[in-house]
T-cell receptor, first 115, second 114 residues
């Protein structure tokens, strides 16, 4: 158990819908990262927040947005869902803000299926 | 695009044998990390090697880094069935805003046959 929690575990929804994925980092970790993992794209970094502020951005679509709240939990919002958004979404956390220098602890993931 | 690319894509060995997987990357890095992922689960950090280090050990793991060739290798000695997993290298790169981010390679799928 990494100490990172993600809810829900599974999500099935229809195209065009909007969903929110939630992540609680390990106690004491200030950084939260979001990743998308699909069979054809591999593990893609989406976005990182550090202590409430956006720190780094990856291949995040404009239809996706995220935020980190004062209690450090984070939410990833996915809107206008398409079939291709079906994937495993992971959240990870680390103590520091520099990803290359910090071990990331991954949550169990949310499996999103868009029908 | 991926910063790191692992090779081979898949590897199948007998229990007790050594497993070697390689990672090549494109731009200079500060550090390189290796992670393991059991099927459908979150990644687990294995080891971090700094750009000024050439070799690092952790238990049955040995990681080397050759910055001149922009490559790293992960050796698992005396493999066990429990080592069956996908292994990813992670390297740092700059995002469009100049901030540092970590990108993961495509992974090597290791199967250890009992």
């Amino acid at each position: 158990d990494s100490g990172v929690t993600q809810t829900p575990k599974h999500l099935i929804t229809a195209t065009g819908q909007r969903v929110t994925l939630r992540c609680s980092p390990r106690s004491g970790d200030l950084s939260v990262y979001w990743y998308q993992q699909s069979l054809d794209q591999g593990l893609q970094f989406l976005i990182q927040y550090y202590n409430g502020e956006e720190r780094a951005k990856g291949n995040i679509l404009e239809r996706f947005s995220a935020q980190q709240f004062p209690d450090l939990h984070s939410e990833l919002n996915l809107s206008s869902l398409e079939l291709g958004d079906s994937a495993l979404y992971f959240c990870a956390s680390s103590v520091g803000g520099l990803a290359a220098y910090n071990e990331q602890f991954f949550g169990p993931g949310t499996r999103l299926t868009v029908l | 695009s991926q910063q790191g690319e692992e090779d081979p894509q898949a590897l199948s060995i007998q229990e007790g044998e050594n497993a070697t997987m390689n990672c090549s990357y494109k731009t200079s890095i500060n550090n390189l990390q290796w992670y393991r992922q059991n099927s459908g689960r979150g990644l687990v950090h294995l080891i971090l090697i700094r750009s000024n280090e050439r070799e690092k050990h952790s238990g049955r793991l040995r990681v080397t880094l050759d910055t001149s060739k922009k490559s790293s290798s992960l050796l698992i000695t005396a493999s066990r069935a429990a080592d069956t997993a996908s292994y990813f290298c992670a390297t740092d790169a700059k995002d469009s805003g100049g901030y540092q981010k970590v990108t993961f390679g495509t992974g090597t799928k290791l199967q250890v046959i009992p």
